[in-house]
């Protein structure tokens, strides 16, 4: 047995059917498309989790940002609070 229960004669006969109704120009045309399209998939992928990092850094620092506020705002009010 070979792939997925296909021997490999007959996988061998279901290659060259598909390159007699299809031809080489066109097979060349399907893979070249299906190519183009996995590194356009990997490429999305790989800035939606460039972007979700982003996104993060950003909200680390809007933390830290609002954590700094709040010291700078406690030092005024003791400042305030000294004659």
Request: proline share 2%; glycine share 12%.
């Amino acid at each position: 047995m070979g792939i997925g229960g296909i021997s490999p004669v007959q996988l061998i006969i279901i290659l060259v059917i598909v390159l007699l109704i299809f031809g080489t120009k066109k097979l060349r045309n399907l893979g070249g498309d299906l190519g183009g399209a996995i590194k356009g998939f990997k490429k999305a992928v790989k800035e939606e989790g460039a972007a979700e990092k982003i996104e993060e850094e950003s909200e680390a620092a809007s933390e830290e940002i609002n954590e700094q506020e709040a010291v700078v705002a406690e030092k005024a009010e003791i400042d305030k609070e000294k004659p």
